[in-house]
């Protein structure tokens, strides 16, 4: 395998920025501000800035490891490990990918059953949700790349939320700084699952024109999502108080009952249902890194291997009974992804940089 795909499959540096953003900026953003709120109460939108910084930092981490190796991850992991162990880590990355689409197709879908249709049966919008996926996927990673910049329209419902305004608290607010250093680091640890996502850039760096411009659109897309995070964190604080964000399943939809227009009765609807353009990118590109991942790893054709992980993804999300196994499994994804970003990605830079070292002593 070359280092580097043809031209004919790459994308412009620019357009990481799309694709970084999407894969954070997803539907965990719903209920992300009830947990962080438990440990750092008013002060939670400092531990916003604070996971934003934490992941600049990352970013430059993976950065430095794709440069330095001008290849993506699934062969950095042999090169480093050798080929026993770097399959074996690549599969690991294979299951959390396929396990991430499975969650959020079902958050997603619990979500319509819960606002829009309760009857709607899960594997029934599951298939649906799928099959466009699979239309999505096989078109190709500029396809999928065009998904994503198609979904920043999304934006534009967050700016719905300026109507809530004129219900909002400002005392909320105050007094600042009143929580500690080790509260506002738990709470920063709670976020950290929103933000998850840049690990997507170990696998699409190769499909990069000129990869080492992306940087700055990379940092420049979690820029945006920290300041889209810290939107959603202070619109919560500003509106609720603690213990009614403690009762809200999904504070950031229950705000949209406060949008009023004269042609839209119950502007909510509107606001569950596009969800879809948050979900929708992640999953497209969950399942083509898996399935490119097998593709590399065993020599067979991705267009083969995606439909046995959609029918994998398609069986996860269908034992998927309830809210309580949406949670466990999100907060098992939530733990692998804190140890990823925090000390898989670090691990590797080390690693990286030792082997440089020696060779440049050899």
């Given at each position: 395998m070359t280092a580097m795909e043809q031209a004919r499959l790459t994308v412009s540096?620019?357009?990481?920025?799309?694709?970084?953003?999407?894969?954070?900026?997803?539907?965990?953003?719903?209920?992300?501000?009830?947990?962080?709120?438990?440990?750092?109460?008013?002060?939670?939108?400092?531990?916003?800035l604070i996971c934003g910084l934490f992941f600049?930092?990352?970013?430059?981490?993976?950065?430095?490891?794709?440069?330095?190796?001008?290849?993506d991850l699934l062969q950095i992991h042999q090169r480093f490990f050798g080929k026993f162990v770097g399959r074996g880590?690549?599969?690991?990355?294979?299951?959390?990918?396929?396990?991430?689409a499975s969650l959020l197709i079902r958050l997603f879908i619990e979500i319509v059953q819960v606002w829009l249709f309760p009857e709607l049966a899960t594997w029934l919008l599951a298939l649906v949700l799928l099959l466009l996926v699979y239309y999505i996927v096989s078109g190709g990673f500029r396809v999928i790349v065009g998904i994503c910049f198609l979904s920043l329209l999304r934006h534009l419902l967050i700016l719905a939320m300026l109507f809530t305004a004129g219900y909002f608290h400002f005392n909320n607010l105050s007094p600042v700084m009143d929580h500690s250093l080790n509260e506002l680091l738990l709470a920063t640890?709670?976020?950290?699952?929103?933000?998850?996502?840049?690990?997507?850039?170990?696998?699409?760096?190769?499909?990069?024109?000129?990869?080492?411009?992306?940087?700055?659109?990379?940092?420049?897309?979690?820029?945006?999502?920290?300041?889209?995070?810290?939107?959603?964190?202070?619109?919560?604080?500003?509106?609720?108080?603690?213990?009614?964000?403690?009762?809200?399943?999904?504070?950031?939809?229950?705000?949209?009952?406060?949008?009023?227009?004269?042609?839209?009765?119950?502007?909510?609807?509107?606001?569950?249902?596009?969800?879809?353009f948050w979900v929708i990118p992640i999953?497209?590109?969950?399942?083509?890194a898996s399935s490119r991942a097998v593709k590399v790893m065993f020599s067979v054709k991705q267009r083969t291997v995606l439909p046995i992980c959609l029918v994998v993804v398609f069986a996860a999300v269908s034992m998927i009974a309830g809210r309580n196994q949406v949670e466990a499994l999100q907060a098992l994804l939530a733990q692998i992804g804190f140890y990823m970003i925090f000390a898989y990605i670090p691990f590797m830079y080390l690693v990286d940089m030792v082997r440089v070292k020696v060779k440049g002593t050899i």
């Open positions: 540096p620019y357009l990481v920025f799309p694709l970084v953003h999407s894969m954070q900026f997803g539907s965990e953003y719903l209920d992300m501000s009830i947990k962080p709120i438990q440990f750092a109460g008013n002060d939670t939108w400092i531990s916003v600049h930092i990352i970013i430059w981490m993976i950065y430095g490891i794709l440069n330095g190796n001008k290849t880590l690549n599969m690991i990355f294979i299951v959390y990918f396929l396990l991430h640890k709670e976020l950290t699952f929103p933000y998850v996502g840049v690990e997507m850039l170990f696998f699409v760096y190769t499909f990069i024109k000129t990869p080492e411009k992306s940087h700055k659109w990379a940092q420049l897309a979690n820029l945006i999502t920290t300041l889209s995070y810290l939107v959603v964190v202070l619109f919560s604080l500003l509106l609720f108080k603690f213990e009614q964000l403690s009762n809200q399943l999904w504070p950031q939809l229950t705000k949209y009952k406060f949008v009023k227009f004269p042609f839209i009765e119950r502007f909510e609807f509107v606001g569950a249902s596009a969800q879809i999953i497209c590109l969950c399942l083509w």
